[in-house]
């Protein structure tokens, strides 16, 4: 079923909003991802469902109050965010919008050739929606924008994808995820100005600034660990891991690893770790 109530007078304040949990797997808490429908946009449609169908199909009545599906994107070409692309390219004919610079990832990942492509700032094909740069989770990672000053609806929406969550925290993991990128698109994202964040995993955020001041918090506390661990003597990344988390990691270690690489990328290249960390992670794949 999908998940936002039609009748939600904050919904009708705002750009018209459909929100699906679409069951896929992946490592994100609930075992679900969001494939929104944002005025005209279907975004991150991970796998056909019944719910996401009708969804599409309300869209596309006589009496619907809100526009029919015009274009199809994701934020970033994640297993867990594309895998329905073609199937809804097929079933509405809508127009396949990839990031410019990234295209040939975007086709690699969906199964199917974009018929356009977007770059950050630009309108995703024939619809109002923006799109935004937000790389750092993944290097093509984009997040789309709706509403605002100057439009009918006024409020602001941000589809963020995996750029934040209401709960918990998004994994960064060399060899892809950037920190640096990541640290300055929540800057951004929290400068801006939305009124509502829809993230990729869970919940709506209904204070964009909070949400992402937290999830920045978050990340320069673990970086805090990771230098601790560096100071402290850790000569490879186990023994970093180790210093930085007192959690147990039985299940996540291997993402745990993932991450700690690309706190320790980031320091190297703001030099605040020691350059023979390149060749440490390189030799365990991480380069």
Same mark, same amino acid.
């Given at each position: 079923m999908p998940v936002d109530d039609p009748e939600d007078p904050d919904r009708l304040e705002g750009p018209a909003v459909t929100?699906?949990?679409?069951?896929?797997?992946?490592?994100?808490?609930?075992?679900?991802?969001?494939?929104?429908?944002?005025?005209?946009?279907?975004?991150?449609?991970?796998?056909r469902t019944d719910a996401l169908d009708a969804a599409l199909a309300e869209r596309g009545s006589e009496d619907a109050d809100a526009p029919s599906v015009e274009a199809i994107a994701v934020t970033h070409a994640h297993p867990d965010h594309v895998g329905a692309?073609?199937?809804?390219? %097929?079933?509405?004919?809508?127009?396949?919008?990839?990031?410019?610079?990234?295209?040939?990832?975007? %086709?690699?990942?969906?199964?199917?050739?974009?018929?356009?492509?977007?770059?950050?700032?630009?309108?995703? %094909?024939?619809?109002?929606?923006?799109?935004?740069?937000?790389?750092?989770?993944?290097?093509?990672?984009?997040?789309?924008?709706?509403?605002?000053?100057?439009?009918?609806?006024?409020?602001?929406?941000?589809?963020?994808?995996?750029?934040?969550?209401?709960?918990?925290?998004?994994?960064?993991?060399?060899?892809?995820?950037?920190?640096?990128?990541?640290?300055?698109?929540?800057?951004?994202?929290?400068?801006?100005?939305?009124d509502r964040l829809l993230p990729g995993h869970g919940p709506p955020i209904d204070d964009p600034p909070a949400a992402c001041e937290r999830l920045i918090d978050h990340r320069l506390d673990r970086e805090r660990d990771v230098i601790a661990a560096l100071d402290g003597g850790a000569s490879d990344l186990d023994a970093v891991v180790d210093g930085a988390y007192e959690k147990d990691l039985s299940g996540v270690r291997d993402l745990a690893l993932a991450t700690v690489a690309a706190h320790v990328e980031?320091?190297?290249?703001?030099?605040?770790?020691?350059?023979?960390?390149? %060749?440490?992670?390189?030799?365990?794949g991480f380069d």
């Open positions: 929100r699906v949990e679409v069951p896929v797997d992946t490592r994100a808490p609930g075992g679900t991802t969001n494939a929104h429908l944002l005025d005209g946009l279907l975004a991150d449609p991970a796998a692309v073609a199937d809804y390219a %097929a079933l509405t004919d809508a127009t396949v919008v990839a990031r410019d610079d990234h295209a040939d990832r975007f %086709a690699a990942a969906a199964g199917v050739e974009p018929d356009e492509t977007v770059a950050p700032g630009e309108t995703v %094909a024939d619809t109002a929606v923006r799109a935004v740069d937000t790389p750092g989770h993944a290097p093509d990672h984009l997040a789309f924008a709706a509403g605002g000053p100057g439009t009918e609806s006024g409020r602001s929406v941000l589809c963020c994808g995996d750029l934040a969550v209401a709960e918990g925290s998004v994994a960064v993991a060399a060899p892809e995820g950037d920190l640096a990128a990541y640290l300055a698109s929540l800057e951004r994202v929290r400068d801006a100005g939305y980031k320091l190297v290249a703001e030099g605040r770790a020691d350059e023979a960390w390149r %060749a440490r992670l390189a030799d365990r």
